[in-house]
């Protein structure tokens, strides 16, 4: 999905400009700013795209999700996880991304640059930190603390101006000289900040893929239940009936819905054994990761996680 369907704001866009219907623009506030990032930590901690409105939301309003009354709301919503996320929802974006693009190759800016960005969603990110720091614990009897990280790799795409300055600034060498020589924060960054032909970020486009996701089927019918369609399906493929993993399905107003992908509990049952064997040796890898799960058994952690399945 690209852009978003914004009405007179657009606050979850986080640290740039907003649009309006009048066509003019101010900058987000520091609370603002402050209230976009801690939505967006949230929104990926619990796994959710950045383009869904939650129940009780409406747009504009997004800034307020510090307050305790919409943080509730918030949670409340999460809790039901992405059953109710349906893309049919989505509206056309108020600007493309052509005009952004439009806009972008227009300015006279010299240091501007055009970022786009590419997300995941579906996987609530802080349980499956908590199950992997169980796993830990129950491996690694130092004290100490334990950190998880998730690391997202060429998940940016980002354009930058066709000029001598722009190039040698972004090329690391002449970025490391620039500091070196005190070039870039006497000159280069004061003439990027403040100068009305200096730097830009057009931070304001990207596209969000689902790990998991349900998916309507276009072959089952409004009334129709689950254990309906599945019963249907196994008519349907008789050499498919004795297949260990079943569908799963959910019925919907428009008739069933499929979960399509590997939910972070089925990867937690998975690689939770090879995790603690891994601890246990003291692994440390240089580059090389795994991308299968070790032939190793242990006893069931993880319950609760979406899933999961020992």
Known sequence: MVGDDTSSTDLEA??????TKSGWRR?????EKGSSDGRRERRFT????????LPGETRGTEANIEDPIARDVFQSAVNSKLEGIDDLNLRPPVRSLRDWADEYCKSKRMLKEFIFTKEVYGWNW????????????ANYSQFGTTGVTFRFEQNKVSVRGD?????????WGWYILFWILLIYPLIIWPFKRFSSYGGGDWDVAGSSFALTKWVHLTDSQPGQTAEEYQVEYDLNHPNLVAEPRKLQLKQTPR?????????EGEWFAQWKDTVGALIRQRHISYGNPLRVPMNV??????????GYNP
């Open 297 to 306: 058994h242990g006893t069931g952690l993880g319950h609760g996680l979406d």
């Open 46 to 53: 619990w796994g959710l795209p950045s383009w869904v409105l």
């Open 255 to 263: 008739g069933v819905s499929q979960l399509i992908g590997l939910r």
């Open 126 to 137: 802080g349980s499956l930190e908590d199950a992997l720091k169980t796993v830990i614990a």
């Open 14 to 19: 986080g640290k740039k400009a907003l649009s």
């Open 163 to 171: 000029n001598l300055l722009s190039r040698m600034v972004s090329s």
């Open 27 to 31: 900058k987000a506030t520091d609370v």
